[in-house]
């Protein structure tokens, strides 16, 4: 039987599971993967990533707030 | 470059315009209005992690070490991720505890460690010391900068440092009471975040799109430049460290632990602060390679640490470099005044609380004196800061900065530990902080102190005693960047130590208490054991708000006591047993709350706690000996007794209503505690009201579960009950001498009961006699738990049959017919005066002489004789679902209420367990019983514990042991003769015969069917109780069908 995506957010394992993911993206060696002279829009690629990264963290939790409150 | 004079009146009047904003916010609170209360003011207070460090610091470090600032935020960013796991947590525990520092916090969960609380609280001292000495450097810096080097240092960090102190004061320190959550101080700070983003985001848009064509070109010009392209390339071993370290800090700091666990004015706002946090520290992030890399390009002068208000000054753009420098002293501000605040507390609490207790508390205006302690503390923590910043040089900002982090950190693994590891001891816990601490202190702190050149290179470059496996920055030849390698044996040992201590030292039962309902703070409470909930309530109100009013004052004593009264719905008067324990539990989180954990155990302590002792042992062996575990009755030796067994190595206790000083000089012992039971308060020695009874049984508790091997004399018991049974509801008293007898039966301990000869209600052949049931025992006391059991029942009907009952059961009484063989002057309902009382009809009236008792069956039978009443009345009254809870309230068993005196009993089963159990149960209450078994005498003291000369053992055997006394299970006669005189000289005597198949088989069928019918005769005529265990497999059917004709079935 499958939870709902809001069902999932309310689970404290669902937040450990995210916060340990998180803490690979944010290190090594996924973080050597974005180093380099590879450029997105302009920008080094470890900017661009680090940021992407940092943006989905935020918006996951934003999108946990307004699911819980409604 | 701006005129002197303008920045200082620029910083005064900002510092000016956070007072309005805090008295604003306090005033609000006061008409109920609060504007603090909000998920985004909660979230911006919790960015009082961005300081002055974050302003300066990270822009200084970007311009050495490139995107290396970064992890210091994307730490909190990430543990932000389990904001809702894991920081809900620690705001539930603090707000369920009324734990407000970090040190509280963590000593809490350990016992209410004073240790612990006094070690997190030093070690905070000394972190945030270098922290404060940060912000004060980097305000002072900032205003040399754009106003040119015009007034000393020296003079205008002292300056600043007094006017956070007068603001700390005024809007964090206001009331003693640290509960009342600082709504000024947090909307001042609130404030400064948005200032400081606004500031920070506005210098760089005006460096990265101003004087640069925007922030690709700077990024662009930095990697194509041979001296600064390795800017992007971060050093990931320092990444992942740093990381760690940050994450840790923003849980631990004591100012973010202030803001975020104790300001929290509802979990849900955390929700918010979820994404807004991480938000933030993108946002005040965003520009700083922007503005290091600018600085660099621009070939700023100056240190990089200052490029945020230097490039502007350079640039010509003063007013822009005078927001900066709002921004600046508005990070370094909010860090100042929390840390001032958070930490001043922990000293008050955790340092220095206990020594103000113990020597100067009593008598003292205490609340006046601790609201001075809180204030000079707050001015000695900013003291500390200033101080450190003129003495010591800094390397970086940054590295102050991390220096602090690093030591927060050794916080983590017992904090951690603590809320999601009940093993976790307070021995591991001091253990881990104890060896972090130092291991930082080696790796972090002495090469900071010499980089300032306190101390000599040498340590560096040749190790410890010169082993140069011990260099500071290299232990064990480990060679790493200096906070890796710091963070990494710190933490690494404090972990190692802290599990390891903890698996070795196990908790000791308080802890085990609190580490359950910490680390299961979201499970639904137990309710209070049963043991604790036997308390009454004269006089303990008063004594609550007397002790609390010591810590907070008259005023607010009464106040709290009033307001949880009537939460509770009661009042002084009406207060229950239960109701007085949860009171007593919201006040002692009260004091916690004012006083830290630690010292509020310490009031509680020397409020209740008598710590055992041991008199100086007499060379002599003792001349009696009392067995653990047991209760004694001595009417006329009970003090010669005491003072044998307390001079031959066991910790008394004493308690009379007699003066301390003679008993001590009469009987020749001076270390052992006496408790004087008086209502009068006397000087200098510890004295309990006599009617203060749950004062006096958690007195005895705590000592009992202190000592290992102790003994209690308690004189005048039956003065004791007494004096309380014409005060409070007799079930109280009833449920106080319970307590007692049932702490005696599961401690090691030994109570000696003085009281008058004919107060009990049982022959006392001996100088010392041990004895049970107190209840059945003492005076009166049976008689109340009859009429606490015929109330139980009657308040079972409904409002028609009651009436009926009682009346049926008060005539039963007048004519003698309920207690048998005792006179009881019932009264009818008609001439009784509480015919007039409105709660008429909800109970029997029973007039209790003080000469009256009854035994424990005597008391049975009259429970039974008024449930016959009552089911006449009502015949669907079931009487063991109405008093089961009742009976397991006292240590009754169920089967007792179908035990009728006269009658032989037959238990069927294969093996004799529940017949041999049964009989245990009743012999360990106190009945008198006789075992004749196939056993082996040795194996029924070992198994059910019962006592060698009630034990006859069927055994044809010559070769027995002299001990024990046997019987040839043919000589029928000899054992009538055994059961006839044990009948004859036992009052309420029961009988057990296991071994019915053996007597059969060494004799015959018919020789044991007459035995059986002679002894059912003699047990009716002596009003005994006959149990025979049955194999109903041994036997064929007609058999079986005689010998049960002769006995009552019983079901166990």
Known sequence: MTVSIKDLMEQDDFWILLFVLGSFLLNWPLLSLATGESRVFGYPLILVYILVVWLIIILWVYLFERWTLD | ?1052
């Not at chain 2, 139980?792 to 059961?809: F, G, N, T, V």
């Not at chain 2, 509480?834 to 909800?842: L, R, S, T, Y």
């Not at chain 2, 037959?906 to 106190?926: A, N």
Request: charged fraction near 20%; include cysteine.
């Open chain 2, 1 to 1052: 470059m701006i005129a002197p004079h303008i920045a200082l009146a620029t910083m005064v009047l900002y510092l000016l315009l956070l007072f309005g904003i805090a008295l604003y916010a306090y005033r609000q609170r006061q008409a109920g209005r609060s504007i603090v209360s909000n998920p985004y003011v909660y979230a911006l207070s919790i960015c009082l992690y961005a300081t002055a460090w974050a302003f300066y610091g990270s822009v200084g470090k970007a311009a050495s070490t490139g995107l290396s600032f970064l992890p210091i935020y994307l730490g909190p960013s990430l543990i932000m991720l389990l904001g809702w796991p894991l920081i809900r947590k620690m705001i539930r525990i603090s707000k369920e505890y009324r734990l407000t520092t970090i040190s509280d916090f963590i000593s809490f969960r350990y016992g209410r460690s004073y240790a612990i609380g006094a070690l997190v609280t030093i070690a905070s001292l000394i972190t945030i010391t270098p922290y404060v000495a940060l912000q004060l450097i980097a305000i002072t810096d900032s205003l040399n900068i754009i106003s040119g080097e015009y007034y000393p240092i020296g003079s205008m960090r002292l300056v600043v440092t007094i006017l956070l102190g007068v603001f700390a004061i005024v809007f964090g320190a206001r009331y003693l009471d640290p509960l009342e959550r600082h709504e000024g101080l947090i909307a001042a700070v609130a404030f400064g975040s948005v200032v400081k983003l606004v500031a920070f985001l506005a210098a760089g848009i005006y460096i990265a799109y101003g004087i640069f064509g925007g922030y690709g070109v700077i990024v662009d010009e930095i990697a194509t430049s041979p001296d600064y392209s390795h800017l992007l390339q971060p050093d990931y071993v320092s990444w992942f460290s740093l990381t760690l370290i940050s994450l840790f800090a923003i849980l631990f700091l004591p100012r973010q632990f202030h803001v975020m666990v104790v300001e929290n004015s509802d979990e849900n706002h955390l929700k918010k602060a979820m994404w807004l946090v991480p938000l933030y520290m993108l946002l005040i992030n965003l520009f700083v390679p922007a503005v290091a890399w600018a600085g660099l390009l621009l070939d700023t002068p100056g240190s990089a640490d200052m490029f945020m208000v230097s490039i502007p000054v350079d640039q010509g753009n003063d007013l822009l470099a005078l927001l900066v420098f709002i921004g600046g002293v508005s990070a370094a501000a909010a860090m100042v005044l929390v840390s001032a605040v958070a930490v001043g507390t922990m000293m008050l609490n955790d340092l220095e609380m206990s020594h103000i207790i113990r020597r100067i508390g009593k008598g003292r205006d205490l609340p006046s004196l601790l609201l001075t302690m809180r204030w000079l503390n707050i001015l000695l923590v900013l003291a500390l800061g200033y101080l450190y910043s003129l003495l010591v040089e800094y390397h970086s900002l940054v590295d102050i900065g991390l220096i602090s982090f690093l030591a927060v950190s050794q916080i983590a693994p017992a904090a951690l530990g603590g809320m999601y590891w009940k093993k976790g001891s307070r021995h591991g816990a001091i253990a881990g902080l104890v060896s972090g601490f130092l291991i930082w202190g080696y790796t972090a702190l002495i090469p900071s102190l010499v980089w300032s050149g306190l101390i000599s290179e040498r340590l560096l470059t040749e190790g410890l005693l010169g082993i140069g496996f011990l260099r500071p920055t290299s232990l064990f030849g480990l060679h790493l960047d200096m906070w890796t390698h710091a963070a990494f044996w710190s933490i690494f040992v404090n972990c190692l130590f802290y599990v390891l201590f903890s698996l070795i030292y196990r908790p000791s039962q308080e802890e085990m208490a609190l580490s359950e309902s910490v680390v299961d703070i979201y499970e639904a409470r137990p309710e209070l054991a049963l043991s604790e909930r036997r308390m009454i309530r004269v006089g303990t109100v008063d004594e609550l708000e007397t002790t609390l009013a010591r810590y907070i004052g008259e005023e607010k004593a009464k106040r709290e006591v009033d307001s949880n009264l009537a939460e509770l719905g009661t009042t002084r008067e009406r207060i229950d047993a239960k109701q007085l324990m949860i009171l007593r539990e919201v006040l002692e989180k009260r004091l916690t709350g004012t006083v830290g954990t630690s010292a509020t155990r310490i009031i509680v302590e020397e409020e209740i706690s008598v710590k055992p002792v041991v008199e100086v042992v007499r060379g002599t062996k003792a001349m009696y000996t009392l067995n653990p575990s047991r209760i004694y009755v001595i009417p006329e030796k009970a003090y010669e007794v005491f003072t044998d067994q307390i001079t031959h190595g066991i910790e008394g206790l004493c308690i009379a209503s007699s003066d301390p000083d003679e008993i001590r000089s009469r009987w020749q012992f001076t270390e052992t505690p006496i408790i004087r039971l008086s209502h009068d308060r006397g000087r200098g020695e510890m004295y309990i009201a006599p009617t203060n009874l749950p004062l006096l049984f958690i007195t005895i508790k705590s000592f009992v579960e202190k000592s290992t091997n102790s003994i209690i004399l308690l004189d005048n018991l039956d003065d004791l009950i007494e004096e309380n049974v014409s005060v409070v509801p007799p079930s109280e008293v009833l449920d106080f001498v319970y307590a007692l007898e049932s702490l005696a039966r599961e401690n090691r301990t030994r109570f000696v009961l003085k009281v008058r000869p004919e107060y009990v209600h049982e022959k006392l052949p001996l100088e010392i006699n041990e004895v049970r049931q107190l209840i059945f025992l003492l005076g009166p006391l049976s008689c109340y738990l009859f009429k606490d059991f015929a109330d139980a029942m009657i308040a079972s009907l409904d409002e028609s049959c009651r009436r009926e009952a009682i009346r049926d059961i008060e005539v039963l009484m007048e004519t003698d017919r309920l207690f048998e063989g005792i006179k009881c002057a019932g009264r009818s309902a008609e001439m009784s005066p509480e015919a007039c009382d409105p709660d008429m009809g909800k109970s029997v009236v029973v007039k209790i002489e003080p000469h009256l008792s009854l035994s424990r069956w005597e008391f049975f039978m009259a429970i039974r004789s008024v449930a016959r009443e009552i089911k006449k009345v009502d015949p669907k009254f079931d009487p063991k679902s109405v008093l089961g809870p009742l009976m397991a309230k006292y240590g009754l068993k169920l089967y007792e209420l179908d035990l009728i005196p006269g009658t032989t009993y037959v238990i069927e089963e294969e093996k004799p367990q529940k017949s041999l159990e049964l009989f245990s149960d009743l012999t360990r209450l106190g009945a008198v019983g006789l075992c004749i078994s196939r056993y082996h005498p040795d194996k029924l003291i070992e198994r059910y514990n019962f006592h060698p000369e009630r034990v006859i053992w069927l055994t044809q055997s010559t070769a027995y042991e002299a001990k024990y006394r046997c019987v040839d299970p043919t000589n029928f006669p000899r054992l009538s003769s055994i059961t006839s005189d044990f009948l004859t000289n036992t009052k309420e005597p029961l009988i057990l015969l296991e071994g019915l198949g053996y007597l059969i088989t060494q004799s015959n069928y018919e020789s044991v069917l007459r035995f059986i019918q002679s002894q059912r005769d003699e047990i009716s005529m002596r009003k005994a109780m006959l149990f025979i265990h049955l194999d109903p497999l041994a036997l064929d059917t007609k058999e079986l069908h005689r010998l049960k004709s002769e006995m009552e079935p019983l079901e166990l």
